[in-house]
Nanobody, 127 residues
């Protein structure tokens, strides 16, 4: 059974940090390009960061570049998102997702490419 479980969200003040994790079961993470998405109430889903199967290729949305770092540990079947200098506009539900592709580019920030999705973890940043 395929499962993707995101965790690590919480409530922090502006300027704070959080580290999200996403653990997969039922499939091998290293067969997939992975991505973190977020969606705030009333807003469209946004691709935040994507990483290729090996981790060699990474892309970020302009809104998080320099503040968020995506990484993966294929031996643990786990994806991470380190977030620093958080802003109130980062408040959203964060999701991880898997795509049967090789590369990670700005084009793979498109949610329509992704096959497996986690349930989401809430991040709330107060000013």
């Amino acid at each position: 059974q395929v499962q993707v479980v995101a965790s690590g969200g919480g409530s922090v003040q502006a300027g704070g940090s959080l580290r999200l994790s996403c653990t997969a079961s039922g499939f091998l993470l290293d067969d997939y390009t992975m991505c973190w998405f977020r969606q705030a109430p009333g807003k469209e889903r946004e691709g935040v960061s994507t990483i290729s199967r090996s981790g060699s290729y990474i892309a970020y949305a302009d809104s998080v570049k320099g503040r968020f770092t995506i990484s993966r540990d294929n031996t643990k079947n786990t994806l991470y998102l380190q977030m620093i200098s958080l802003k109130p506009e980062d408040t959203a539900m964060y999701y991880c997702a898997a795509f049967e592709g090789w590369m990670a580019t700005r084009q793979t920030l498109d949610w329509r490419l992704y096959k497996y999705w986690g349930q989401g973890t809430q991040v709330t940043v107060s000013s």
